[in-house]
């Protein structure tokens, strides 16, 4: 909630001040201050060195200003309210994992009129043996969901691709994976881009949380296409692949994207000599942008590969063998490579558009069978 939903830090660090100037303890720097949201206020308070009774009246003078009235001191970001309300009309199931005790949350969402969109308000517990760190709220929000509470550590599942994490803060990202869980993090919030780097997603404006949270959800038929650095062969295949499905009407069935297993050359377009041979076969490749392989990849229900090193490189990222294809194997040569024509010459992008050409029918077959048998909506 706090640095994702909500801004709430002008009360949370309000209250903080106030309840540090009551009992006698001098504020830390500013920019400390300004990164308090997020974690259990009791932790805060003992990172500044706070003890004893002065821990308990400091944390108790904390409790009283912000549920008294300094929970009110807040304001949405532009944008999430509506988005919370478009992912419970797509039938998305939400739910809470924050560190505020439950009290405060049901205000807060209730206040910001959000209340009603969530499945699950999972929270943290105040008490010697409660629920305070973002680990133990995850766990406890899986299980009010009907999920598998179990940590990655004590054996529980190591992927839950279903389910994603939206926070602002490294505690998140932790939460998350400690459960197998994958994690957005927002750049509005409280964290530092270091936190970021953690994260499977990190993204700086609600639109594009909104898309990745709608690529993450597309439950149709998905199929990357792989190669080194994306600019060649991968991109080739995409793209003839793509006008392949759409000629077979399955064009809006299938999700399709493609990216290297390197990142030389993210952001490029498709190499010159390969957007050359694509425009004299009838193709587009303008709009193409390199990429690694990355989130938004992972998931795909079949990786179609160029070459033995880059089924060694996607099985080594973790994905499994089951799911990785050559290219060529949906077409007459078998499980023959199509060798990289990037050292090459005309001939040799030639000679690989013809090898991804053979195998296009193949491959658009085993697309029409995975949407056969897709469950309706």
Known sequence: MDGTLVDSLPGIS??????????????????????????????????????????????????SCYSGGGWRNCRPYPGMKELLYSWKDAGIVLATATSKVESSARMMLEHLGVLNCFDVIATATEGEHGRRTKTEVVGYALE?????????????PSNRSDILLVGDRIHDVEGAHAYGVRSILVDWGYGGRDEHAASDWSVAEVGELERVVADWA?????????????????????????RALQDAGLGDAVRLNSCGTTGWHVGEAVDPRAAAWLQRQGYTASGHAAAEFGPEHRDADLFLVMDASNRKALEKAGVDPARIALFRSFGPAGDREVADP?????????????????????????????????PSA
């Open 14 to 63: 309000d209250c903080f001040l106030r309840a540090l100037s009551a009992n006698g303890t001098e504020a830390p720097p500013e920019e400390q201050v300004r990164r308090i949201a997020g974690p259990p206020m009791i932790d805060t308070l003992k990172s500044l060195g706070l003890t004893g009774s002065l821990l308990e009246s400091t944390y108790a003078d904390y409790r």
């Open 218 to 242: 597309d439950d149709r038929p998905h199929i990357c296409v792989v190669c080194t650095g994306n600019i060649c062969r991968s991109p080739m295949g995409e793209i003839m692949l793509r």
């Open 144 to 156: 009010s969901l009907g999920l598998d509470p179990t940590p990655v550590a004590g054996g529980g």
């Open 342 to 374: 990037y050292y090459g010459d005309d001939a040799d992008f030639d000679r690989a558009g013809r090898e991804l050409d053979d195998a296009l029918p193949g491959i658009v077959a085993w697309a029409r069978d995975r949407v056969r048998r897709a």
